[in-house]
């Protein structure tokens, strides 16, 4: 086991970390004065800025809880993948050719492998749908070569990644809504649990990235096929396979049927809407499929037996599609209702609960301030739903420890709220407001 003590840098890699450190900042700061892509529609520009300054607050917040209230700097999340890459990094520091093959995934020679067994996280047992932790090491790896090793380096790269894939999807929903800026920007940018789960060096940050650039990629790819619409398009795609591939699954549906009922009545839509998720369902869940949920299942519990986990909740197991089936609603309950009433009190699973309540108490909205959809809306905020609800079902059948479904759903919350507020007349709100 090793740990890399971030407060024992040399000073030239101290030096060079700061020197990178400002030159992103100023570097990504020119860039959102000169894009227009770093804008929220009819907000004024300074919103571009505050949603930064909270991704990069938030990054540092979950360091700070990582460092001094959940000490274990082995096993947290925001250390045990840095530490591998630092411990990499070093071990090839003077072979660049050694530390391409480890870049790129040639592995197959001695020498690697006898670097790579001192490694704690780099391999993983569960490859189909949670990818492994290589491709969030090897962006250590590569971040290294200009942080020096500096920490808030990494923070503020996750922060800015994460930035612009909210960015990305809130221009994705504009383009198909009629929500109100300023409802898309909180959607995108405000959510409490997004920021803090999805701001650090952690691989949610990479999935909202990938999200929001792979849908901007398509929306881009429908209005104007050309070069740089396809390359965010494969960016968003690749950013999602090497990170966590079960993201594309859940999507899988919901995109078929967005995307193949443009110019639809609203009745042909809806009956699509059901056809599809029936059919894909039955091609999908195959005991291949089945069989890789329930051992990833199995590989949580007895992760739970081994750490001792105080936020485990019982899910019951399956071994077929009838017994998955029986499950399934126990599974959609603990990701959707459950983090309400957490097992343990403390300051974070209270403020998740907080947060889940406020999320329940939002499905009440459309029956107080009912508006009528157009088909696009429509389309849209069902497309959403499928997501939101394949990506539970998924999250719920594999995970039975609280605290993780509450991590793992963050990147599903957006859809969730932009499905809700679709169906919103913001202008009954307003003189209620007042």
Not at 295 to 309: C, P, T, V
């Amino acid at each position: 086991m090793h740990v890399i003590l971030q407060n024992k840098l040399p000073l030239d890699s101290m030096v060079l970390g700061y020197i990178s450190l400002f030159l992103m900042i100023i570097l990504f700061i020119f860039w959102m004065n000169e894009s227009s892509f770093f804008s929220f529609g009819s907000l004024p520009k300074k919103y571009s800025y505050i949603a930064l300054i909270f991704k990069i607050c938030s990054g540092i917040a979950l360091w700070f809880v990582y460092t001094y209230y959940y000490t274990d700097r082995v096993n947290a999340d925001i250390y045990k993948y840095f530490n591998d890459a630092a411990h990499l990094f070093q071990s090839t520091h003077d072979d660049w050719f050694l530390k391409l093959k480890i870049l790129t995934g040639i592995q197959n020679d001695v020498e690697i492998k006898s670097i790579l067994v001192d490694t704690n996280f780099w391999d993983s047992n569960s490859e189909l749908f949670f990818n492994d932790n290589r491709t969030l090491i090897r962006v250590h790896i590569a971040l290294l070569h200009f942080s020096g090793g500096l920490y808030f380096f990494h923070v503020l790269f996750f922060s800015i990644i994460s930035f612009i894939g909210s960015t990305a999807l809130f221009h994705f929903f504009k383009r198909n809504s009629s929500i109100p800026d300023w409802a898309l920007f909180i959607c995108c940018c405000c959510i409490p649990s997004v920021l803090f789960w999805a701001s650090a060096p952690l691989k949610e940050s990479l999935i909202i990235f990938g999200l929001g650039i792979f849908l901007f990629g398509i929306q881009r790819t429908k209005e104007k096929k050309n070069g740089n619409s396809f390359l965010l398009l494969a960016l968003g795609l690749l950013t999602l396979i090497s990170i966590k591939n079960y993201i594309l699954l859940a999507l899988l549906p919901g995109l078929l049927f967005w995307l193949t009922t443009v110019g639809k009545k609203k009745r042909s839509i809806q009956l699509k809407f059901i056809w599809i998720h029936l059919l894909l369902a039955t091609i999908l869940l195959s005991d291949k499929v089945i069989n890789a949920l329930s051992q990833k299942q199995i590989q949580f519990k007895s992760l739970i037996e081994k750490s001792g986990a105080n936020s485990a909740i019982d899910i019951g197991s399956f071994d077929s599609f009838f017994s998955l089936t029986y499950v399934l609603p126990q599974a959609l309950f603990n990701v959707l209702i459950r983090p309400i009433y957490p097992l343990n009190l403390n300051p974070l699973s209270l403020f998740a609960a907080a947060e889940h309540l406020s999320f329940v108490a939002l499905l009440f909205l459309p029956f107080f301030f009912k508006r009528t959809t157009t088909t696009s809306e429509q389309r849209l905020a069902l497309f959403c739903i499928s997501f939101v609800v394949v990506g539970s079902c998924i999250i719920g059948l594999t995970v039975p420890v609280l605290g993780g479904i509450i991590r793992y759903k963050v990147p599903l919350i957006p859809f969730y709220l932009v499905a809700i507020l679709t169906f919103v007349n913001f202008s009954k709100i307003a003189p209620k407001l007042k």
